[in-house]
């Protein structure tokens, strides 16, 4: 079975601009969910979606979005970038919600100059 | 709030000897607990997850975490580590409050060396 998909592996965006991040999930897992990870930060959840609803949310502002299908492939957004932005965008899906375990793609790391 | 702690940045190993990467939570409930495992430029792989039951569990790659509530500890073991263990880990903790499911709260990661 195929793993977590993410695309592209490696971005760089100028300030200011709007980038669009992809996600395919495990064929069969309908909950994905997104993390950001810098150094100075560690591992930062971003959102969660199930059934094309996104049902909880961290503390980042509104620029950062996203969205889920109905294949259960996701896309995250992040509009009007800023440095500090810069990171490294993991997806992670499972079978469901709750306590089972996640399974992380390899990341997009974006670059914001 | 949940939260994790990983009290060492990082753990030095000496190859064949048993390593122990640590972490603490504080949890409000019942605490259902993680570790992955990063390789550089790689995203994370679960290795194991204590959810109710024995306090010993075990996982992938020859890894085991012992689960102590008296001491709000969940450990990650192995008894002969091995070089291409060297990697960072992650203690994570679920965050499950009333009426939802939460995400996964990390710790900031463990860099395990294991030199031959």
């Known amino acids: 079975k195929a793993g977590v998909t993410q695309t592209p592996r490696y971005l760089i965006k100028t300030r200011g601009q709007q980038v669009t991040l992809s996600c395919s999930p495990i064929?069969?897992?309908?909950?994905v969910s997104w993390y950001q990870q810098t150094p100075g930060q560690g591992l930062q959840f971003l959102f969660e979606y199930f059934s094309e609803t996104q049902r909880n949310k961290g503390n980042f502002p509104g620029r950062f979005s996203g969205r889920q299908f109905s294949n259960s492939r996701s896309e995250m957004n992040v509009s009007t970038l800023e440095l500090g932005d810069s990171a490294l965008y993991l997806c992670?899906?499972?079978?469901?919600?709750?306590?089972?375990?996640?399974?992380f793609g390899p990341g997009t790391r974006l670059t914001v100059t | 709030a949940q939260s994790v702690a990983q009290p060492e940045d990082q753990v030095n190993v000496a190859e064949g000897n048993p390593l122990t990467v640590k972490c603490t939570y504080s949890v409000s409930g019942n605490p259902y607990l993680f570790w992955y495992v990063q390789y550089p430029n790689r995203g994370l792989q679960f290795l194991l997850k204590?959810?109710?039951?024995?306090?010993l569990v075990k996982g992938s790659y020859g890894f085991e975490a012992e689960f102590n509530k008296s001491q709000t500890s969940f450990h990650l073991k192995k008894p002969s580590a091995l070089v291409s263990d060297s990697a960072l880990y992650f203690c994570a903790v679920r965050d499950i409050y009333q009426g939802s499911q939460g995400n996964l709260i990390f710790g900031k990661g463990t860099k395990l060396s294991v030199k031959p």
């Open positions: 204590y959810i109710t039951g024995d306090n």
């Open positions: 064929s069969g897992h309908r909950s």
């Open positions: 992670a899906s499972s079978v469901g919600r709750g306590l089972n375990e996640q399974y």
